[in-house]
């Protein structure tokens, strides 16, 4: 009797036992969700794709609709769209001059557009040697720099943002110049090649390019860290975000991606680095990194018929299954909240 006692005994502690953690663990809270859908911005008539984003800012976000052929103008506050620019065809690159609130737009058609940031009206255009594309802001010299050319025609070249004027300054680069990125606190332009499987750095100082050779091919994206001394190149193929220790001018570390990364741009993070790719998130990285986000999705799922998504912050884990967006809107997502 005594044994059956003890035995009957041993028998209700493990199913108390069982009982108390089965409850720990129904009763934990739920992690937070990294990104959770919360809005949507109508962009009734936008059709095709999109390629760059500009900012002016303060509060307009500013998008290349290559495939309308148009540049809308998205206001983030009231989440409307409050301008549509026509007469652009295939535009790429776009950039806002806050000083001289001026707009420039770049043509695939070889035309730099510049617009009165207030009224959207035309200003002046300057032609290029062949295909415009991406663009980037020097605030300190107001100078907008173009990335231009076809093949062996592949050059950056300068316009000053206040005069609107074409200047001298030039680099004839050899191939077509996809991503690039300026050092604020230094002289260096750093270009992606990917015709010639090379990256360039131009001196502005010196006038002077050396080149760095990668193995990794389709390197079009590209994002600057320059206070850690950080350059971040995603590869079409194979997909691969390739990370570049600026004063060894060697490759660090490559990570693996999803297929078809399209732009990478950076922002400051306590808790740690992600990057991502056409499909989500694909690696995380140390804290002392950045976030790695792409500023547009080149995704048939995300971005056909004028979709739009506006990622305010990256989490761990995001996979366009998880992205179910109608069509013709502007998505808005923010962090650790539920639908």
């Not at 076809?150 to 950056?156: L, N, V």
Request: glycine share 8%; aromatic share 8%.
């Amino acid at each position: 009797m005594r044994k059956i006692f003890q035995l009957c005994f041993a028998c209700l502690s493990i199913s108390v036992v069982a009982a108390r953690l089965n409850a720990q663990v129904t009763s934990a809270p739920e992690p937070p969700r990294p990104l959770v859908l919360t809005e949507a911005i109508p962009m009734a008539g936008v059709q095709g794709r999109f390629d760059h984003f500009g900012f002016d800012g303060k509060n307009q976000l500013i998008v290349a609709a290559l495939g309308n052929n148009t540049v809308e103008v998205i206001d983030i506050s009231a989440r409307l769209r409050v301008h549509t620019v026509t007469g652009i065809p295939n535009p790429q690159g776009v950039v806002y001059a806050p000083e001289s609130k001026k707009l420039f737009a770049a043509s695939s058609k070889g035309k730099l557009y510049i617009y009165d940031g207030r009224t959207f009206d035309l200003v002046k255009s300057i032609d290029f040697e062949g295909d415009v594309d991406d663009l980037r802001y020097d605030a300190a010299n107001h100078r907008i720099y173009v990335g231009y050319g076809e093949d062996e025609t592949g050059a950056i070249g300068a316009v000053d943002a206040s005069t609107n004027e074409r200047l001298a300054e030039e680099y004839k680069l050899g191939a077509h110049p996809e991503s690039f990125q300026l050092e604020t606190a230094g002289p260096n332009i750093y270009v992606n090649l990917p015709d010639l499987k090379q990256i360039a750095v131009i001196n502005r100082k010196t006038r002077t390019i050396i080149r760095w050779p990668v193995t990794l091919e389709h390197n079009f994206p590209m994002a600057l860290d320059e206070a850690d001394h950080c350059l971040f190149v995603a590869t079409h193929q194979p997909p691969r975000l390739a990370v570049f220790i600026r004063i060894l001018a060697t490759l660090w570390s490559r990570f693996p991606a999803f297929r078809m990364p399209t732009t990478c741009t950076t922002t400051r993070a306590g808790s740690g680095s992600t990057w991502r790719g056409e499909k989500g998130l694909s690696a995380s990285f140390s804290k002392w990194m950045r976030i790695i986000t792409a500023s547009w999705l080149k995704c048939p799922r995300l971005l056909e018929h004028g979709r739009l998504a506006i990622l305010a912050r990256a989490g761990r884990v995001l996979t366009a299954s998880s992205l179910r967006f109608p069509p013709g809107r502007i998505m808005a997502r923010r962090s650790g909240s539920t639908p």
